[in-house]
């Protein structure tokens, strides 16, 4: 793991600790913003494959932060932790951002859930997992080595709906192509950063307004 800068490096300022899935859209909206107080730090997303790392993993980074940042704030949802990362987070006297998964703040919450609802059987990308969708689920899952998985893995989804945070022909033509590849309906849907952008939007005016 990357050192965090020391106390003198970051007065008044403001951690954001990140899924690394997460890192473009992250460093994105700080760049467009000019929030110079926000400094993101993130955790491997592969560990989303190993979620019982990422509740230890992140409370690390918030003890090494402890006198360094002025506030903390965790960019991750439950993601699979089955409630553990909220107990560390209540431990530690941390926020995270609202939701289960990447997904339904990507899409906003109340979005989300009637996506699911409207269709249950759905396997969801990001941008993300559309650029590493080869290293991440073809070659993660063993689809490369052992085909016959595909069914077992994918059999009981109808539909591959692309939760796109950027207009990108390119990776649009890419999400479809990795829906055909796992024989899917494609389905597209725009977020934007959705609720990423609305939370850190919120807490950088927040911790801007402290330092004024």
Same mark, same amino acid.
């Given at each position: 793991m990357?050192?965090?800068?020391?106390?003198?490096?970051?007065?008044? @300022?403001?951690?954001?600790?990140?899924?690394?899935?997460? %890192?473009?859209?992250?460093?994105?909206?700080?760049?467009v913003?000019?929030?110079?107080?926000?400094?993101?730090?993130?955790?491997?997303?592969?560990?989303?494959?190993?979620?019982?790392?990422?509740p230890?993993?992140?409370r690390?980074?918030?003890?090494?932060? @402890?006198?360094?940042?002025?506030?903390?704030?965790?960019?991750?949802?439950?993601?699979?932790?089955?409630?553990l990362?909220?107990?560390?987070?209540?431990?530690?006297g941390?926020? @995270?951002?609202?939701?289960?998964?990447?997904y339904?703040?990507?899409?906003?919450?109340?979005?989300?859930?009637?996506?699911?609802?409207?269709?249950?059987?759905?396997?969801?990308?990001?941008?993300?997992l559309?650029?590493?969708?080869?290293?991440?689920?073809?070659?993660?899952?063993?689809?490369? @080595?052992?085909?016959?998985?595909?069914?077992?893995?994918?059999?009981?989804?109808?539909?591959l709906?692309?939760?796109?945070?950027?207009?990108?022909?390119?990776?649009?033509?890419?999400?479809?192509?990795?829906a055909?590849?796992?024989?899917l309906?494609?389905?597209?849907?725009?977020?934007?950063?959705?609720?990423?952008?609305?939370?850190?939007?919120?807490?950088?005016?927040?911790?801007? %307004?402290?330092?004024?």
């Amino acid at each position: 793991m990357a050192a965090l800068p020391t106390a003198v490096d970051a007065p008044g @300022r403001t951690l954001l600790i990140a899924c690394g899935a997460l %890192a473009r859209e992250i460093v994105e909206l700080i760049r467009v913003n000019d929030w110079r107080h926000l400094t993101v730090s993130c955790l491997p997303a592969a560990w989303h494959n190993t979620p019982s790392k990422i509740p230890g993993g992140v409370r690390q980074r918030i003890q090494e932060a @402890r006198g360094r940042y002025e506030r903390i704030l965790v960019l991750y949802g439950d993601c699979g932790t089955g409630g553990l990362l909220d107990e560390v987070l209540a431990e530690e006297g941390v926020e @995270r951002i609202e939701g289960p998964h990447c997904y339904a703040f990507f899409a906003g919450n109340d979005v989300f859930e009637a996506l699911a609802e409207a269709e249950i059987g759905s396997f969801y990308l990001t941008d993300y997992l559309v650029r590493h969708f080869e290293r991440l689920i073809v070659q993660g899952l063993g689809l490369d @080595r052992y085909p016959e998985l595909l069914e077992i893995y994918f059999g009981n989804y109808k539909k591959l709906v692309y939760l796109a945070q950027t207009e990108d022909a390119g990776l649009d033509a890419r999400a479809a192509a990795a829906a055909e590849r796992l024989g899917l309906a494609f389905e597209r849907h725009f977020t934007g950063y959705g609720g990423l952008g609305d939370f850190v939007a919120a807490r950088g005016q927040e911790t801007a %307004a402290w330092r004024s």
